[in-house]
Each structure stands twice: as structure tokens, then as C-alpha cells.
């Protein structure tokens, strides 16, 4: 008698876990007009990307997202390294961005799921299209897997490319090499000290150092969307200076710690980098 209760029991576990289980997307999937995989190799720094664009590739992929239920997980067990994750990005407005890893989807506000068994490889593996690659692991969702309590866990961050000196002569510099966390703002100037015009964009690179050593940071705002920069092209004559304002309010939150703008800028048809580093730190 007591045997049976015990299973009775632990299948009214099993039941109410069931059905506590949360539908993870609330989109409209007839909207869709092309779904995208990456698949992310962490161990060898590839990624490899499909484009679905097939009716029967994307109504697959389609039944499959539709079907997802989950537990929302607080503390996702991330500490193993883990070699492959998959990135679903669905052609909708707003664009939705879905990470798969272990047993986890995490959403583009940065919740974790568990769902247990994917399926989602199975299907990337299915889809015929041409795969491109590229040396690299860089996900839309960098950041949840990356910030843990506040601090910066490389477990998934991408080492920065920027090796190169800065340009000769170029001088980028600031005033005060703390920014707060209240205007995320740095005013700075950049010098031409050389004999020829520089160019460059508005665009530049985020990068915090990490135990000696610098990573990429992603640059997503809160909802979730790319950052896009303007096209315009910036001049400075030789022997001049011209100021800029910078802002982190698009990479919040970032912890206290080191970090550094990466610009490219261009000069006499080669291209240079030209770096700025300064320190995040709370506002007391």
C-alpha cells in the first residue's frame, strides 16, 4: 500500500512539473518570412551559419519553436565548458533572437528556459542550403552568458583581434579615465599629429580586460537589438583636433573594470587602429 502511494505521489510530481511548464514564444509565426541557425563551436571558435528560406525548412523549424515549453530557470548551471550552442534568428519585427545550449533556450530579454532534450541540431544538420564559416563564436546573446553576478566570465567571450600598436601620431585621449554609471558618457579628442588627412567613422569596437587580457563585449541595448552606427565620414586635417562624445547607455549593464574604445581609422589608404582606455566604476 505504501509502495503505491509512493508512485501515485511521483506521478502527481511529474504531472504538476508538466504543466507548469511555460510556452516560450508569443510571436506571431505567420509574420516570418526566413528563419537563420548558427551553429557556435566555442572549442574551435567557428561558427557556422544556414539560412532557411524553404517553405519546408521553415514551417519545420516553425512547429518546432511553436512547441517549446520550459521551466524558467534562475541559476543555469553554465559552469562546464560547453563546445556547441545554437542561435535561431527569426525574421519578424521585432527581430526575436533564441540561444539553445545545453539544456536551456534562452530568450533575447535574458531568461532561461529548461527544456531538456533539443532538437534543434537535428534540424540545422537537416536544412540543405549552403553553410558559410567563420573564425569566430560571436552571439547575439553574448552578454547572459557572459555577465554572471556581476562579473565577467570568459568561459563564452570571444579574445579581441586588436593586436596592433596604435597609429603613429594619432593621439586619442580624455580628460578623466573613469566613467560612471549614471551618464555613460566620455568626452574625448582625437589629435592628428602626422602629415596627412585621417578619415574614419562613427563606428567603434567595445572591449573590457579580463585577467590581463582583452574581449570583445557585445553590443546590445536592453531590448535586445544590434547597435547600428551612422555612415558619415570623419576628417581631421594635419596638426588638428576634433572632439567626440562617446556613450555606454546602448552596453548597460557593465560591471566595475577596465576597458578600451577600438576605433579604425584611415590614412593615406592603409588602415590603423587608434585605442582609448578608461575604468567603469558606481557613483557612490
Not at 101 to 112: A, K, P, Q, T
Not at 191 to 197: A, C, E, F, K, V
Not at 231 to 243: A, M, Y
Request: proline share 3%; hydrophobic share 35%.
Amino acid at each position: 500500500m505504501k509502495k503505491i502511494k509512493f508512485i501515485m505521489g511521483l506521478i502527481l510530481i511529474l504531472v504538476l512539473t508538466g504543466c507548469n511548464k511555460t510556452e516560450l514564444l508569443q510571436l506571431d509565426f505567420s509574420t516570418i518570412e526566413s528563419i537563420s541557425i548558427d551553429q557556435y563551436n566555442f572549442q574551435e571558435t567557428i561558427t557556422k551559419s544556414k539560412w532557411a528560406y524553404k517553405e519546408e525548412d521553415i514551417n519545420e523549424l516553425i512547429s518546432y519553436l511553436e512547441s517549446l515549453k520550459g521551466n524558467l530557470v534562475e541559476e543555469p548551471e553554465l559552469d562546464a565548458p560547453n563546445t556547441i550552442a545554437y542561435g535561431v534568428t527569426l525574421n519578424t519585427v521585432p527581430t526575436e533572437y533564441i540561444l539553445f545550449i545545453r539544456d536551456y533556450v534562452v530568450l533575447s530579454n535574458g531568461e532561461y528556459y529548461e527544456i531538456g532534450n533539443q532538437k534543434i541540431e537535428d534540424i540545422f544538420n537537416e536544412i540543405p542550403t549552403s553553410m558559410k564559416t567563420y573564425n569566430l563564436t560571436w552571439i547575439t546573446n553574448h552578454r547572459y552568458l557572459s555577465l554572471v553576478d556581476g562579473i565577467w566570465d570568459t568561459t563564452y567571450m570571444v579574445e579581441s583581434t586588436n593586436k596592433e600598436e596604435p597609429a603613429d601620431k594619432i593621439i586619442w585621449t580624455t580628460d578623466t579615465s573613469m566613467i560612471d554609471t549614471i551618464t555613460y558618457k566620455l568626452e574625448s579628442k582625437i589629435t592628428n599629429n602626422s602629415d596627412l588627412i585621417i578619415e574614419f567613422g562613427s563606428m567603434f569596437e567595445l572591449e573590457a580586460v579580463v585577467n590581463g587580457t582583452w574581449y570583445r563585449i557585445s553590443s546590445m541595448n536592453e531590448d535586445s537589438y544590434p547597435l547600428e552606427f551612422t555612415s558619415e565620414l570623419l576628417r581631421i586635417e594635419p596638426g588638428k583636433s576634433s572632439s567626440y562624445s562617446y556613450g555606454l547607455q546602448y552596453y548597460q549593464p557593465l560591471p566595475i573594470g577596465k576597458y578600451r574604445y577600438v576605433k579604425t581609422i584611415t590614412m593615406d589608404d592603409y588602415e590603423y587602429k587608434i585605442y582609448l582606455e578608461f575604468e567603469v566604476h558606481n557613483e557612490d
